[in-house]
């Protein structure tokens, strides 16, 4: 493969090929996530090369093994689809395996190269912008006076685009290492995996101006199997929010809790019981022929 955003995890000699993934990281993370856990647990993608699947693990634009440059603050989200995109249509068909603000990227990109994509498995996705309010910094204020609504949009904020955005430790431990299948144990080791992120990419993440990255509708996806997956200790994607995407594309939604894992949050890939989750969602692939 020549594309600089990738790493490929290839299945041993003499295993079964089935149909390839692409693995996409969130915002303010890398590829890394899918290789290892912080505390030094198999990965998606190499537990389920072991199972005879290739998966490329892609590095967005400015993160991870591609350092950021000069324009890294007004990198757009649909940057970062138009380069998935050119990945896709090299590796594809594939399916993609998308995290976060990721899923923005992976809605797009799929848009973009339909016919290098095979299916979809969602972690916890941030939603075309197609389903969210636009912001400015007067409506999330208002919106921040009741908690539930404001959970339900992602609890978004208003970044200023000059300069590149770090997470603070607090935010982080809110959001990301609350739930009680996070390795606490490995909290310096995963907190070493943050990068920063691009403001621009955060206000389309939250739709702030209406600047937010759109797909033509559940058109553009028809015909490709979606599976949305979310965790009941996920404080960003309470179920309804994550189900709506699912019905908006007329995709599959699996909340764990109801398949006998509660308690995983947002890092599902990275938490204690990740493996369970790649078998169920691998379950997922093979009935769909995939």
Known sequence: ??????????????ATTRTPLVFVHGGAHTGAAYLETPDGRL??????????????VYDWPGRGARPPDEAFVR?????????????????????????????????????LARDAVAGIVAIAPGPPA?????????????LRKDDAAYARLGRPLAHPEDVALGTPRELVA??????????????????????PESPRALNERNNIDGTGITIAGPSALAGIPILIITGDDDPRH????????????????????DAGLPGHGHMQMIEHGN????DLFEHWLETHTL
Do not use: C
């Open 1 to 14: 493969m020549t594309h600089p955003g990738l790493r490929a995890v290839v299945p041993a000699r003499g």
């Open 43 to 56: 990965g998606w993608a190499p537990y389920l090369a072991q199972h005879g699947r290739t998966g490329y």
């Open 75 to 111: 990198q757009s989200l649909g940057d970062v689809a138009r380069d998935l995109a050119e990945l896709l249509a090299e590796v594809g068909p594939a399916v993609l395996v998308t995290h976060s603000m990721g899923g923005v990227v992976g809605w797009r990109a799929a848009e």
């Open 130 to 142: 197609n389903l969210q309010p636009a912001l400015d910094a007067a409506a999330i204020a208002e």
């Open 174 to 195: 809110q959001v990301w290492m609350n739930s009680t299948r996070f390795p606490r144990e490995a909290e310096a080791a995963y907190l070493a995996t943050i990068v």
């Open 238 to 257: 309470p179920r309804e929010t994550d189900e709506a995407i699912a019905t908006y594309l007329g995709a599959d939604f699996l909340w764990l809790a």
């Open 275 to 278: 493996l369970a989750i790649a």
